[in-house]
């Protein structure tokens, strides 16, 4: 696609409930990466896949939040169990390769209320 | 771990005005440092970037410098207009420094 589409764009969850966020990244992009952004706060990295090398894992906050990449494809970010403090704008950016900038989605804005 | 830390968290300047931001990091394995721009509500969107192979780099009314001996990045915007208000992201690639508020005043 024309640029890195990210859905749903807004989503209200229940404390305790999973959530699924989706990242189509820009066709031909190897690296793919997700960021979490609270209000008013800078960019906490999360997770980061380039082509079929084992994900870097180093950014998750906790064992409630996985991401999967198959090859160089969409992306899903799942949140187990969520809570108030996982609200936040979920970023999702890909590049073509890793060492060259990103293009960000518009994110997913995430409430747990 | 590794970081990157950024300064000032805020900065106010008049228009045409110079603005500097400055960084520094501390992978030594690290050897391309971009900049983003994130308006309010919007997506970061890269600027300027530069690689360690540079010292300075220039766009327009933009520039990044980098010293690899002393870990350092700093952003320049020169003539500075009301649209540039912005909050302003350094990065090595991959870590982001927190940002920084920039008001160019009318």
């Known amino acids: 696609g024309a640029g890195v589409s990210q859905s749903p764009s807004n989503k209200v969850t229940e404390k305790g409930k999973d959530v699924e966020l989706r990242c189509d990244p820009i066709?031909?992009?190897?690296?793919l990466y997700w960021y979490r952004q609270r209000l008013g706060q800078g960019l906490e990295f999360l997770i980061y896949f380039q082509g079929n090398s084992a994900p870097d894992k180093s950014g998750l906050p906790s064992d409630r939040f996985s991401a999967e990449r198959t090859g160089e494809s969409v992306s899903t970010l799942t949140i187990q169990r969520t809570q108030q403090e996982d609200s936040a704008v979920y970023l999702c950016a890909s590049s073509l390769t890793r060492g060259l900038g990103y293009t960000f989605g518009s994110g997913t804005r995430l409430t747990v209320v | 771990g590794e970081n990157v830390e950024q300064h000032p968290s805020t900065l106010s300047v008049q228009e045409g005005d110079s603005a500097v931001i400055k960084c520094t990091y501390s992978d030594s394995a690290s050897n391309y440092f971009p900049w983003y721009k994130q308006e309010l509500g919007k997506r970061p969107q890269l600027i300027i970037d530069?690689?360690?192979?540079?010292g300075e780099k220039k766009d327009q009314r933009i520039a990044v410098t980098l010293n690899k001996t002393a870990k350092h990045f700093s952003l320049h915007i020169t003539e500075t207009q009301p649209e540039d208000s912005a909050v302003y992201f350094c990065a090595d690639p991959d870590l982001f420094g927190a940002g920084t508020r920039l008001t160019v005043k009318p």
């Open positions: 530069i690689r360690s192979n540079v």
């Open positions: 066709s031909g992009h190897t690296a």
